[in-house]
């Protein structure tokens, strides 16, 4: 097989696909907008304080490392698992930390909401079950070609689908196992790993808990870059070449089939290009001639963040790597995002410490904080004015659950909203994950991994099949390998 490929954007779907793709024997090119490689998974360096821009949970570290070593035998890739997932801090002063592992995690959720240990158990076990019945044939497998959906492993998914939780929310799902309003809330916040709203979502959802709770959070050497460093430079020993600084300006379809690209004011000829720009971004702008499919595109979008870069100088003892100051009305934090599309004064708020894990990432007795809201997508807010107001609300939240004045110890500052994530990402306005999965069957309407309308087009990453997060946005590529050995089979 030696086909010529163009990808259209380097995030971690991107390299996924370029390194599957070189694999079986095409020359790949990868064509990156940005300066940098890497997609959100990227850093940034403000003052001595290191920060990865995007993503900081990360599950699943097999899935880079089977991808790292289809390019090289080293392993340039390491990292560990974190001792705790979250520390937890509620309205009322409380604070808990939550541990990993069935095991740890049944005993805290006993010990501290007085939970029946039985159920609890069955919960994890429900979510685990649930998400190795799902993988073979929704994560790794196209919904849209029946040649590759009926495997054997459909069977067992079908028959288990009154356990998945499709017919209540998550927030449903959630009550059914736990009795305590903070369990609850702790097992909800797990809709917003893929930008949704835990009272709308389906139950099935949920599964996302399993990754964090049954297994655990890892944490990368050299922070979330040596991810995306790890895939480029394996890529780049398949052959891949990569550009930075080259924005994709349309895909050539012709007859119904793609032929390449425009780049640089030049067609770069293709017969297979995978696109892991934004899916809405490819048919509105790549390719507006081409028939958009309206009913997948004009679905509800996921949300977007609002995140400070903060350089703190200084240390906190009981903060982790992940904290999470809940607001007091969760459920209005929802309503702010999907329907006024606003930001609400107490919103929960999400900080991230590197530095607590890789003490380099700040320096010596300073942590780098980065703290993030969730956020509506830009439909024209004024996100000046809402990100002021923001700060302000977010600094006497953290500043009254800590105990002290946060605002002297930020020492440097840099901020990314809904807006600024559109222009650097080219994300329907900022969203982050595509659309929502706020409907029973919205996970069953994300556009499949390749264009139906024109022939050698694929779509890699998190605006499509199968969703949000790095560990589905990599496993896209493998149902795009796939689909271009049947449809290229010499
Ligand atoms: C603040 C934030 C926090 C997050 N936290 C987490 C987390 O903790 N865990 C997690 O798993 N996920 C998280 N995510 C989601 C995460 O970003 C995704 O899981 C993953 O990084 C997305 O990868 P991707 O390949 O789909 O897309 P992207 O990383 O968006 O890559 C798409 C690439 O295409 C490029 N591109 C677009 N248009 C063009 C064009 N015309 N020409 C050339 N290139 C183009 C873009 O510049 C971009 O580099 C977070 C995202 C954000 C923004």
Not at 37 to 58: A, C, E, L, N, Q
Not at 133 to 148: C, Q
Not at 454 to 481: D, N, Q, R
């Amino acid at each position: 097989m030696k086909e010529e490929v163009i990808v259209i954007g380097s995030g971690v779907g991107g390299l996924a696909a370029a390194i599957r793709l070189a694999k079986l024997g095409n020359k790949v090119t990868v064509y990156e907008k940005n300066e940098f490689i890497g997609g959100k998974v990227h850093t940034r360096d403000f003052s001595g304080y290191r920060y990865d821009m995007g993503p900081s949970v990360f599950t699943e570290p097999h899935l880079i490392e089977e991808l790292i070593a289809l390019g090289l035998d080293q392993k340039p890739f390491e990292y560990h698992a974190l001792p705790e997932s979250f520390r937890y801090f509620f309205p009322d002063g409380t604070s808990y930390t939550l541990p990993t592992g069935t095991e740890e995690t049944i005993k805290v959720l006993v010990e501290e909401f007085d939970e029946n240990p039985q159920r609890v158990r069955a919960y994890l076990n429900r979510l685990k079950r649930n998400y190795e019945v799902l993988k073979p044939v929704f994560i790794e497998t196209t919904l849209h070609r029946f040649a590759h959906l009926f495997n054997k492993q459909l069977i067992p998914a079908i028959l288990h689908i009154p356990r998945y939780g499709l017919l209540t929310t998550m927030n449903g799902f959630s009550n059914r196992f736990f009795k305590h309003p903070k369990s609850v809330q702790l097992m909800n916040r797990y809709a917003t790993y893929n930008g949704s709203d835990p009272y709308k979502t389906p139950g099935l959802l949920s599964i996302i808990a399993h990754l964090e709770l049954n297994e655990a959070i890892y944490f990368p050497k050299g922070g979330m870059v040596s991810i995306t460093k790890g895939l480029a430079e394996a890529a780049r020993s398949l052959g891949v070449v990569l550009h930075s600084n080259s924005p994709v300006e349309s895909i050539e379809v012709t007859n119904g089939r793609v032929v390449g690209v425009r780049v640089n004011n030049t067609v770069v000829p293709a017969s297979i290009v995978v696109s892991n720009a934004d899916a809405h971004f490819t048919y509105e702008h790549l390719m507006p001639t081409v028939k958009r499919p309206t009913k997948i595109l004009n679905q509800e979008l996921s949300s977007s963040a609002v995140v400070f870069y903060w350089g703190i100088n200084r240390e906190f003892s009981n903060l982790g790597v992940h904290n999470m100051f809940f607001a007091k009305d969760y459920q209005a934090e929802f309503k702010a995002i999907f329907e006024t599309k606003t930001l609400i004064d107490d919103p929960s708020i999400y900080v991230h410490i590197s530095s607590k894990a890789e003490p380099s990432d700040a320096p010596p007795g300073c942590e780098n904080w980065f703290v993030m809201v969730n956020a509506p997508v830009n439909i024209g807010q004024d996100w000046t004015a809402l990100v002021a107001q923001l700060r302000k609300h977010v600094l006497n939240k953290l500043s009254a659950s800590l105990g002290l004045d946060i605002e002297p110890f930020i020492v440097t500052e840099h901020v990314n909203d809904p807006l600024r994530l559109q222009h650097t990402y080219n994300g329907k306005g900022g969203s982050i994950y595509g659309n929502s999965s706020n409907s029973a069957l919205a996970a069953f309407y994300r556009h499949p991994n390749h264009a139906p309308e024109v022939k050698g087009l694929y779509f890699a990453g998190v605006t499509v099949h199968p969703g949000g997060g790095i560990p589905l946005a990599v496993s896209g590529a493998k149902i795009i390998e796939r689909m271009v050995r049947d449809d290229f089979p010499n």
